[in-house]
């Protein structure tokens, strides 16, 4: 029976150096496609764009102005490029977006219009406003791997003031 376990014993230390060598193989051959210049070269760009909303693109996609607190979160260049943000409690989003005609996500037919995400969730899924003369200002999130929509916030003020208090130093 001593035995047994010893063979028992021998394999799993073989899969977990196995599977420890895979990874770093794995992250050694990612830094190597994404070197870490060219990541950072790639985030400047992202948030050159992310500095210059297309917002008369953004209206027409809205069909309405853009909610003033929006564009005060686009004005505000520290937050709009900031990754990682925490958002009330337990929530976070992993970036904002570009306001550009080609961010716009094609989801009429799982939302019965196309959505432009202005934010991204921590877990990848869009954050967005509803098109349409009436819709109100309400910010909602599509999870990706549902398909369900929820609230994220009352309004894009709302959302900016959680973000501003969740981030707050100190």
């Not at 764009?49 to 979160?73: C, G, K, N, S, T």
């Not at 686009?74 to 937050?79: I, K, S, V």
Request: proline residues 5%; negative net charge.
């Amino acid at each position: 029976m001593s035995q047994a376990r010893h063979y028992i014993s021998l394999a799993c230390a073989l899969f977990f150096v196995s599977l420890f060598s895979g990874l770093l193989i794995r992250d050694y051959l990612r830094r190597r496609r994404h070197p870490p210049a060219q990541r950072a070269a790639e985030r400047t760009e992202l948030e050159a764009r992310i500095l210059r909303p297309d917002w008369a693109f953004y209206e027409r996609h809205l069909q309405r102005p853009a909610p003033v607190a929006l564009r005060e979160l686009y004005a505000d260049h520290d937050l709009v490029t900031d990754g990682g943000l925490k958002y009330g409690k337990g929530d976070a989003l992993s970036t904002f977006n570009p306001l550009a005609e080609s961010e716009l996500i094609d989801t009429r037919e799982l939302l019965g219009f196309d959505i432009i995400a202005f934010a991204t969730s921590d877990c990848g899924d869009p954050i967005y406003l509803r098109p349409g003369i009436a819709e109100p200002d309400t910010v909602f999130i599509t999870y990706h791997d549902t398909n369900e929509t929820k609230v994220f916030a009352e309004s894009v003020a709302v959302m900016l003031e959680t973000l501003r208090q969740s981030n707050r130093e100190g």
